[in-house]
């Protein structure tokens, strides 16, 4: 199915981001990012759920305000996190959450619930389309990027976002190591580079090291909860102190009111990265209007404290990677708040040299997404990835100690054996807790899976040996082993983390997505069997009228039959029958098309014109398809 | 354990295709990769010497050289077969540079190999550092005690730093030891007729047993570092 015209797979990568999203794929040798017809790449993640008309991206942005209480955006934020986890958030949203299921977030629009992969998959969904249309066929495999410091719980949502929006997932790529492979194509040379990229709602750090075309990964750190969102937000709170200052109360915390709020911090935030001043107005319902100009250092007075939070990861990178700043050849920006002044030198500082900003930082994660999904597509071999796991992996051991049997930054496909032994006299059984942290106990770190190695015989404390081994594949997809090797019994698990959805919902979610596909599918492929039905009859008329001579009236009884027919299958939407139909009145005019191939030779040589007249469509529209 | 040499003169032939290989990597013939042979320790996989002095850049350049035959990602779509040798022998590549390519952690290695089973780094402090390690103990329970505003918070500051300056001298004169070590050893490993000679074996063991010792010094030391470095910044620390 997902065969190019040159009999190639299409993998497409896409960067799934907090603010907006891109879908980029690899032309010839270049990677590209896919526009709509006005030219715009990015998809803002934003999902509009009216019950009339749901829509998603520029389409969903439109009624930011006057659909205010339908609006969903920053699901990134949410993918994978308990309720507990949203924090301040919520005061800043127009969105509600309902927090009565057992620590899953879920958020509400109207009357309907729904989880972060859901939503995320609409927007899947709607890339997933751009790139159908461009490509002119479904699009099914596709590589999507997360943010490096995602642990396993939101690597799975990102996953399962995928898969209800009916991609297969190839690869989840790091973000800022896909940046750094749009950075590093065309560079042959070794070099060390970092990568900051500070997106809507997330940053991470990661160094890598480029030699010959291999990426290697050294190191890397970040924060899941940490963007231009959280600048908004400190906006916001500065539009509220200005709106009580004039009006003398505070405004409605309606949905309305905090679209207004946001929509224009984000407004005043961007125009301030090339303005050193800018004014802004805020009309909230009810109230006299607020005006007022905001310089870019009050900005960045507003918003240093956060900015800040990035500079530890930095440094913990670097020395994890055993790197001084003069060591880095490079520093290359990713994400939209890159492009704040206030960042810049904060990176200039930390890094002791000026940032490389040739690269879009909007764009530059879905390239390498697309670079990363031709290798793994197979048309690429020059290049190659090497890239580690975040956080570090391992078991819970007794009182509660955290024992890591992989440790972060250790580059994947990795696997590690350790032995371990029981504690009680006569023990048979031994539960395992495998967690992902760097915390030096196992209940501050995030729990993967548990499991059981049973049937162990009985023998004294300290006798058994049980071997545990870790095993990571190039997928960051965990597996681990227990055995006792004493009396060979075994258990092996793969560990799945939960996303949040149990496998039913996701099941049952993808199988309404992929009827949802089929009708899209199926509506595309009647429309082009119709178009093609059409001009064939078109051209069966015209060498019917012109070329009547040359067949018997049964033929044209014949032909005339099949056309009929070919008619009537156009009314409904089965394109089976349409194309059944197209193949018939091919089979019926193919005589026919032959005597006019040979009357155009003719009366070419007597006319002595060339022979291109027998180029001329014969009737039926493209026999040469279906014959040997 | 084998030696590299001996593991050339098996001749083993190709999984799928059963030609016999030139290279353990890949079959010349159906240019499928080969599974990690049996009892290949790392440094034969990456085709380098057991010495304890290598050159790092060697290292990494035949990691990467493998890296780019064995790394799954360009065999998304061939056999099952060959899918797991290529996560298997990925898997053990980079662990194998892992640990190689730190002198201490290939020192360790080594130490594995040459004693047959997993041996157990010395955990017992090292004589000659224990008094140092007391001392400082006792003055970091000081600065942690002493107020902001006392005037001895300073004066021991300044004595934990000159002190911190002087380990990291101390830490990097083991490093100097251990190449010393490493360079006596891979001589006399060089300059044997055969390693299971009485006299070679006893100078093997001994040279063994004192970079195990530089080993632990070297671990302690750098602890030490760690906790004086984590109080100074007003972490708080269990002390060693």
């Not at chain 1, 015209?5 to 032309?27: F, H, K």
């Not at chain 1, 308990?82 to 958030?89: L, T, V």
């Not at chain 1, 078991?395 to 029981?422: A, C, D, K, Q, Y």
């Not at chain 1, 967690?435 to 058994?464: C, H, V, W, Y």
Request: hydrophobic share 40%.
């Amino acid at each position: 199915m997902s065969v190019s015209s040159e009999g190639r797979q299409i993998v497409v990568g896409i960067d799934l981001g907090t603010t907006n999203s891109l879908v980029a794929y690899v032309d010839g040798d270049t990677p590209r990012v896919l526009a709509d017809d006005d030219g715009n790449a990015l998809v803002p993640s934003v999902v509009s759920l009216s019950e009339r008309k749901p829509a998603v991206g520029i389409d969903a942005k439109k009624s930011w305000v006057d659909r205010a209480d339908t609006m969903v955006y920053s699901i990134k934020r949410f993918m994978g996190r308990s309720a507990e986890e949203i924090g301040q958030d919520r005061r800043y949203l127009p969105f509600g959450f309902d927090d009565d299921e057992n620590h899953l977030i879920h958020i509400q629009i109207g009357k309907r619930t729904y989880t972060p992969p859901e939503l995320s998959a609409m927007i899947l969904r709607e890339l997933k389309k751009r790139a159908a249309r461009h490509f002119a066929q479904p699009i099914v495999k596709a590589v999507i990027t997360v943010p490096a410091y995602f642990n396993d719980t939101q690597r799975q949502a990102t996953r399962d976002a995928g898969k209800i929006a009916g991609l297969d997932v190839l690869r989840i790529v790091n973000e800022p190591t896909a940046a750094a492979l749009a950075y590093g194509l065309d560079r042959k040379n070794k070099q060390t580079v970092a990568v900051y990229d500070l997106g809507g709602g997330t940053f991470d750090i990661s160094i890598l090291k480029l030699s010959d075309g291999v990426f290697r990964v050294l190191s890397t750190n970040g924060d899941t909860h940490l963007g231009g969102d959280d600048f908004d937000h400190r906006l916001m709170e500065y539009f509220i102190t200005k709106v009580e200052a004039k009006c003398g109360q505070l405004p409605q915390k309606d949905a309305r009111t905090i679209q207004i709020l946001r929509g224009e911090a984000e407004r005043v935030k961007i125009a301030l990265s090339k303005e050193k001043k800018t004014a802004f107005s805020i009309l909230l319902p009810g109230l006299s209007p607020v005006t007022g100009e905001i310089s870019r250092s009050e900005l960045e007075e507003l918003i240093e404290e956060i900015a800040r939070r990035t500079v530890d990861p930095c440094r913990q990178a670097m020395a994890d990677a055993n790197l001084k700043p003069d060591q880095i050849d490079a520093v290359v920006l990713a994400g939209g708040s890159t492009r704040m002044p206030l960042i810049r030198n904060l990176v200039a500082e930390v890094f002791c040299q000026q940032p490389y900003t040739e690269l879009n930082p909007d764009e530059v994660v879905a390239l390498g997404a697309a670079v990363q999904a031709d290798i793994l597509a197979g048309r690429r071999r020059d290049t190659l990835l090497l890239d580690v796991i975040p956080l570090s992996l391992g078991i819970e051991t007794i009182g509660g100690v955290f024992s890591r049997l992989i440790e972060r930054n250790t580059t994947i496909p990795s696997s590690t054996e350790e032995m371990f032994t029981t504690f009680v006299e006569g023990q048979t059984s031994v539960d395992f807790h495998v967690l992902q942290g760097e915390r030096e106990l196992a209940r501050d770190n995030r729990t993967l899976a548990r499991f059981k190695l049973s049937a162990i015989p009985p023998m004294p404390a300290g006798i058994p040996r049980i071997a545990v081994t870790f095993m990571i594949d190039a997928d960051g997809i965990l597996q681990v082993r227990a055995r006792e090797s004493r009396s060979g019994v075994q258990q092996t698990i793969s560990v799945q983390p939960s996303s949040g959805l149990t496998a039913e919902e996701v099941d049952l979610l993808i199988k309404e997505s992929f009827e949802h596909a089929e009708d899209d599918f199926n509506a595309r492929q009647t429309a082009e069997a119709v178009t093609e039905a059409k001009t064939i009859i078109r051209a069966v008329d015209k060498s019917l009228r012109e070329n009547a001579d040359l067949i018997s009236e049964a033929k044209r009884a014949m032909i005339a039959a099949a056309v009929d027919h070919l008619r009537k299958t156009l009314a409904g939407t089965d394109h089976g029958a349409i194309r059944e139909a197209i193949d018939e009145l091919d089979r019926v005019t193919r005589d026919l098309a032959e005597k006019m191939v040979n009357r155009a030779l003719h009366q070419a040589l007597k006319t002595n014109t060339t022979l291109n007249a027998t180029s001329k469509s014969p009737p039926g529209g493209q026999p040469s398809k279906s014959r040997p | 354990m084998t030696s590299p040499k001996n593991l050339e003169a098996v001749p083993s032939l190709c999984w799928n295709c059963s030609a016999q290989l030139d290279s353990p990597y890949q079959c010349d013939r159906c240019v499928k990769i080969q599974p990690w042979p049996n009892g290949t320790d790392y440094f034969a996989f990456l085709g380098l010497p057991r010495r304890l002095c290598i050159d790092l850049s060697e290292i990494e350049e035949r990691f990467l050289k493998l890296s780019r035959v064995f790394h799954p990602d360009f065999f998304q779509d061939s056999l099952p077969e060959e899918r797991d040798i290529s996560l298997v022998n990925a898997a053990r590549l980079n662990q194998a540079y892992d640990t190689l390519k730190d002198a201490t952690s290939r020192a360790r290695y080594i130490l594995e190999l040459e004693s047959g089973a997993k041996r157990k780094l010395k955990k017992t402090v090292p004589p000659e550092i224990a008094a140092e390690i007391i001392e400082l103990q006792e003055i970091l329970a000081d600065y942690v005690s002493l107020q902001e505003n006392d005037p001895a918070k300073a004066r021991t500051k300044s004595d934990l730093e000159k002190r911190h300056a002087a380990m990291q001298r101390q830490y990097e004169e083991t490093l100097e030891h251990l190449d010393r070590l490493f360079a006596e050893y891979d001589r006399v490993m060089d300059e044997a007729t055969s390693p299971f000679e009485p006299e070679v074996r006893k100078k093997k063991e001994d040279i063994l047993d004192r970079i195990d010792q530089t080993l632990a010094t070297r671990l302690y030391i750098k602890r030490m570092m760690d906790n004086t470095a984590a109080t100074l910044e007003g972490k708080d620390v269990s002390l060693l």
